[in-house]
């Protein structure tokens, strides 16, 4: 048989040409380049877990609960302890990470003869998910300080009448936060131009220096805040992604979920990890105060970098042949993998343990030693 590639197959004209998304998998020492959390679950999480999972293997002959109700009122219980802002179980809605989340917002309010609009560079998934689900993407404009510049945001909503505003805060691969008077007034404007959906994207929130966008919440239907477990709780592995918005939108993403979309061991998994919210915290703050002292390390070397709120780091700037892919490449003949998202002049770094991110300074120190002499 002849070897068939993907372009002599029937795909759909807006997928062709594309890649999927994904990250190096390299077998090196230090693996700085995806943004997980990089400490283990506690051990009496992981027994706690096995606990919850071996009760409900006993019914796994039977369907998961399809709208899990007990573990979408310990989410709000969550979000209402850590922001402040009451989070009742009909405002959240729970999905096979963050991702799946996205897409049942745009299955939903997107869709063929839609369009979506994100603020790049940002997370590469919006657009992905949106040509999945057949939704118009639109790339709208960062300033040079890769900020959103908001009145040309507030053109291109008012210009391209989007259906669905994409706001990442903080943002992914560029780690600085969006003010909540700039998400307000691209509510706004989204709200004339159509009305749309509005999604804030705050995989990364627990990180930040600042609070959640929660409260704005109240009295804006078109407003979605979307987040994962992913990152803060260090369960990757887990892939359990969720949202907060008014109930009618989780009446909406109800249409398009498919059956028993969670299973019972992932429903069992992520309530024993709230469990142990307190714990996961405390890790979240040791690598808020190793993503500053990355900070801080690499402005004293030499390089430029970009506020954080996120749980990595963008730093550069990198010039002359090869630019930032030849960094990449150094660093890694180093022993250490960090992230080339393909922004000229830039790599992103995640925040490890306290050794991993030695190992990348001294990686660094010695490329600006090699760069200057």
């Known amino acids: ?52 999972v071996r009760d409900v293997a006993r019914d796994l002959n039977r369907y998961p609960d399809r709208d899990a109700v007990e573990l979408r009122t310990q989410l709000a219980r969550y979000l209402t302890d850590t922001s402040g802002h009451e989070v009742g179980p009909a405002h959240v ?13 745009l299955q939903t309010f997107g869709g063929p003869g839609r369009t979506a609009i994100g603020f790049e560079p940002s997370y590469s ?8 689900t057949g939704t118009g993407w639109i790339s709208g404009p960062r300033g040079e300080d890769f900020g959103i510049d908001l009145a040309a945001a507030e053109q291109a909503i008012a210009q391209h009448k989007p259906d669905v505003v994409f706001i990442t ?11 909540a008077e700039t998400v307000l007034a691209l509510y706004e404007a989204a709200q004339a131009a159509k009305p749309s959906m509005v999604v804030v994207d705050e995989a990364y929130v627990e990180f930040s220096h600042g609070a959640s966008l929660l409260p704005l919440l109240d009295g804006r239907p ?7 477990m992913s990152k803060a709780f260090g369960a990757a592995g887990l892939r359990l992604g969720y949202l907060a918005a008014h109930p009618a939108v989780v009446d909406a ?27 996961l915290l405390g890790y979240v703050e040791q690598l808020k105060a190793e993503r500053d002292r990355l900070v801080a390390e690499l402005r004293a070397t030499g390089y ?21 892919h030849a960094a990449w490449r150094k660093i890694l003949d180093r022993g250490v993998l960090v992230r080339d998202n393909g922004i000229p002049g830039w790599l992103r770094v995640s925040a490890g343990t306290p050794e991993e991110n030695d190992a990348f300074l001294d990686a660094v120190r010695e490329l600006k030693k090699e760069q200057s002499t």
């Open 125 to 132: 998934m919006h657009a992905l998910i949106a040509r999945g």
């Open 1 to 52: 048989m002849s070897d068939v590639r993907i372009d002599d197959l029937p795909v759909r004209d807006e997928l062709r040409g594309k890649s999927p998304y994904g990250a190096p998998q390299l077998d090196v020492p230090v693996r700085l380049n995806t943004n997980e959390n990089p400490y283990p679950l506690p051990e009496p999480l992981v027994e706690r877990i096995a606990e919850r």
């Open 304 to 324: 430029e970098v970009v506020e954080s709120d996120a749980n990595f780091v963008q730093f550069g700037r990198f010039d002359g042949e090869g630019g930032a």
């Open 222 to 228: 078109h407003l979605v805040i979307s987040r994962t």
């Open 93 to 105: 809605w729970a999905a096979n990470g963050s991702n799946e989340v996205i897409q049942q917002l």
């Open 169 to 179: 805060t903080p943002n992914n691969p560029t780690g600085n936060a969006v003010p």
């Open 253 to 279: 993403v109800q249409l398009v979920r498919l059956p028993y979309h969670l299973s019972a061991v992932t429903q069992a998994t992520a309530l024993a990890a709230l469990e142990h919210t307190d714990t």
